[in-house]
């Protein structure tokens, strides 16, 4: 019986007596490294250079093979620490997960989340919003964030903003009074927060309500006139002193109802004379995305064309600089000259859309073909779904309306649309 108690006694697992902080501070390097046991696995080494740092000796899971983990140097990492290191560990190899593994991902996740800041995601986000709308706004788009944004939060993380962060990075723009600069900011930024969401960089959007946080901006309409006012815009477009193709510009605008921008971007390669269309090109579109507009040429629109060929028609664009001709014209040249024409805050380029809207509608046209002639994206989705059609020719009928109107509007004035004006009239 001596005997058999002896030989259990010898067999009994020794259990290290928990290190001490004054143990630690005494332990002196020897002549080569060597371990003190704090028991569980975790080590202090010695190293025989005099450093001192925490191991973590552990049984991978589901193998037989041992891995260590360093915690750390001491007295960086203090024993404590190095025991709530350790406890961590022991739960995690309680759920079968290799603690060492974990570190690494953990370490690779934190470097891939810091590696993605604001600026980084939001040029990411722009290549793919810059395929559905023109290269001018995506410019202004990048121009904004740029300017007020970038300098203050585009180095940081994504995962890392705000509301009140944003919040106040936004205060001062609205109290210049730029309210509406700071409704745009705050849609681009949660677009681009929205992108880190539905590209897994982030699992919510915190900064969806921040626009709450500011007042609304005031709705200001683009000034324009009322229909009865169209004779004396003729008739002013008539005697001003403004050159040959800015007036032709304006007369072609307001024949065709397109944009500013449209308008001074036009191309002769883009006129289908053969079936009397004006072919926009989606890239040149607000809404570039729902495809190419189509825009029927009145005889009115096919005059002007015919009058200014003898100026541009060997040129691509129809409307050529006056310094470069080789380009098109700016898209502001419209709004310059009606200004000097005595319309300032009373009518610009952009109005003159608003003006054959509200003359066709007071006319009784059908409102979803007057929004097709605008080029005007129908708001409710559903709706726009199930509508694909683009009434061409119901649009041709009330375009031909619209041009013999501002024809009749012109009467006793000299208007480039009339086919009987030529050049030398003009001049």
């Given at each position: ?14 259990i290290?007596?928990?290190?001490t ?16 046991s ?21 049984k ?8 260590d ?5 001491y007295?960086?990492?203090?024993l ?6 350790r ?39 722009l290549k793919?919003?810059s ?19 970038f ?22 723009i ?6 509406e ?6 849609q681009?930024?949660?677009?681009i ?10 699992l ?27 004779p ?51 890239e040149?579109?607000?809404?570039k995305?729902?495809g ?72 009784a ?37 619209w ?25």
């Open positions: 019986m001596l005997a058999k108690w002896m030989f259990c006694t010898t067999t009994m697992p020794i290290p007596k928990p290190l902080d004054s143990q630690i501070a005494r332990a002196k390097p020897s002549d080569k490294d060597y371990k003190l704090d028991g569980a696995g975790l080590h202090l080494r010695v190293r025989f250079g005099g450093t001192k740092d925490w191991i973590f000796r552990y991978e899971p589901h193998s037989p093979k041992r891995r983990i360093s915690f750390g140097i007295p960086d990492v203090t404590a620490e190095a025991r709530r290191r406890e961590e560990a022991r739960s995690l190899l309680i759920k079968a997960i290799d603690p060492k593994s974990h570190k690494e991902q953990v370490k690779r996740t934190s470097a891939e989340e810091n590696a993605n800041t604001f600026a980084l995601v939001t040029r990411e986000w793919v919003k395929s559905k709308i023109t290269a001018k706004y995506c410019d202004q788009i990048e121009a904004s964030l740029t300017n007020h944004v300098p203050v939060i585009g180095k940081r993380p994504i995962k890392e903003l705000t509301p009140t962060e944003i919040i106040n990075l936004l205060r001062p609205e109290a210049k009074g730029s309210r600069t700071v409704k745009r900011l705050c681009r930024i949660n677009e927060m929205d992108y880190a969401v539905n590209t897994g960089l982030i919510i959007n915190p900064l969806a309500k921040i626009n709450t946080a500011f007042l609304s901006p005031e709705t200001k309409n683009l000034p324009t006139i009322r229909p009865e006012l169209l004396k815009l003729m008739q002013d477009l008539q005697m001003a002193s403004i050159k040959i193709v800015t007036r032709c510009l304006i007369e072609w605008q307001l024949h065709t109802m397109v944009r500013p921008s449209e308008a001074a971007t036009a191309k002769w390669a883009d006129i289908d004379f053969d079936n009397n269309v004006w072919i926009i090109p989606a040149n579109m607000k809404k995305n729902n190419d507009h189509i825009v029927p040429l009145t005889p009115q629109s096919i005059s002007l064309l015919e009058f200014i060929r003898p100026i541009s028609g060997h040129r691509e664009f129809i409307f050529p600089a006056d310094r470069y001709p080789k380009t098109h014209t700016n898209s502001q040249t419209a709004n310059m000259a009606l200004k000097r024409m005595g319309y300032h805050k009373e009518l610009v380029a952009h109005g003159l859309r608003s003006l054959a809207s509200t003359t066709l509608n007071e006319h046209f059908d409102p979803d073909v007057i929004e097709a002639c605008l080029a005007h994206v129908d708001s409710n989705s559903v709706r726009r779904a199930y509508n694909r059609t683009d009434y061409l020719e119901r649009r041709r009928k009330v375009m031909d309306w041009s013999q109107h501002i024809e009749n509007a012109a009467t006793g004035n000299v208007s480039l649309s009339n086919s009987k004006v030529n050049l030398k009239l003009i001049s």
